[in-house]
C-alpha cells in the first residue's frame, strides 16, 4: 500500500522558475523524506523533515511539513535543466520499523 | 569508494528461467531492501532485511525470493512464478533514516 501521493504527477516550467510539488499521506509519521530519481537511475536522497519540524532548507530546496494536514511541500527555487527528474516522498508510519513507503512521483521537466 | 552497486544494469529473460540480481554494499548497513518500479509508477517493495539471515516480504513478495548470508549482499531471484516480471529493479540499504540505492537493474522478459 502507498503512503504517500505526490501532486502534480507532472510538472513542466521554465528555467529560472520555482517549482512545487506536494506529498499527502495517511498515518502519522516520524519523518518524511524526498528523494530524486534521474531517468532510468537510482534514487537521491535530498531532505528529511521530522514530525516536530515544519520547514528545512538545503541549498535551493525548501521543505514544509504539516502534520495536521498530513501533507508536505517541496519548493526547488530558481530552477535549472539540470532538475529536471522524478522526486519522490518517503514516509515512515509511527509505531515500528523504519519501513519507508514511496509514493508515485512527479515528474518535473525544467526547459531551457 | 563506499556505495551500493546492481549488476547486472540490463538482463533479458526467457519465460520459465529463474534470474538472480545482485546487490552488494560495503556501506557498513545493516538494513538492505528491494524495489521494483514500473513505468511512471513509484517504488513497491518485495523484500527487506534488517540483519543477516533475517529476510521480511514486502508488499509483493510473490514470485519473489531473496538471502542474506552477508551483511553486504542482498541479492533478489525472480523466480518463474512472477508472471509479469518485466520492470526496473532497485536496491538500497539503509542508515537510520536515510537510504542509499543503487543504480538498478532493468530485467525484460522475452
Known amino acids: 500500500s502507498q503512503q504517500g501521493e505526490e501532486d502534480p504527477q507532472a510538472l513542466s516550467i521554465q528555467e529560472g522558475e520555482n517549482a512545487t510539488m506536494n506529498c499527502s499521506y495517511k498515518?502519522?509519521?516520524?519523518?518524511l523524506q524526498w528523494y530524486r530519481q534521474n531517468s532510468g537511475r537510482g534514487l537521491v536522497h535530498l531532505i528529511l523533515?521530522?514530525?516536530?519540524?515544519r520547514e528545512k532548507h538545503s541549498g535551493r530546496l525548501r521543505v514544509t511539513l504539516d502534520t495536521s494536514k498530513k501533507s508536505s511541500s517541496l519548493l526547488i527555487t530558481a530552477s535549472r535543466a539540470a532538475d529536471t527528474a522524478s522526486y519522490f516522498c518517503?514516509?515512515?508510519?509511527?509505531?515500528?520499523?523504519?519501513?519507508?513507503?514511496f509514493g508515485r512521483g512527479t515528474s518535473l521537466i525544467v526547459h531551457p | 569508494d563506499g556505495g551500493i552497486t546492481q549488476s547486472p544494469k540490463y538482463l533479458f529473460r526467457k519465460e520459465g528461467q529463474n534470474v538472480t540480481l545482485s546487490c552488494e554494499q560495503n556501506?557498513?548497513?545493516?538494513?538492505m531492501y528491494w524495489y521494483r518500479q514500473d513505468p511512471g509508477q513509484g517504488l513497491r517493495l518485495i523484500y527487506y532485511?534488517?540483519?543477516?539471515?533475517?529476510?521480511q516480504k514486502g508488499d509483493i513478495a510473490e514470485g519473489y525470493s531473496v538471502s542474506r548470508e552477508k551483511k553486504e549482499s542482498f541479492p533478489l531471484t525472480v523466480t518463474s512464478a512472477q508472471k509479469n516480471p518485466t520492470a526496473f529493479y532497485l536496491c538500497a540499504s539503509q542508515n537510520v533514516d536515510e537510504q542509499f540505492f543503487g543504480p538498478g537493474t532493468r530485467l525484460t522478459v522475452l
Open positions: 556501506l557498513n548497513h545493516d538494513a
Open positions: 498515518t502519522s509519521i516520524n519523518n
Open positions: 532485511s534488517q540483519i543477516v539471515n533475517d529476510f
Open positions: 523533515i521530522r514530525s516536530n519540524e
Open positions: 518517503a514516509t515512515d508510519a509511527t509505531g515500528g520499523s523504519y519501513i519507508p513507503t
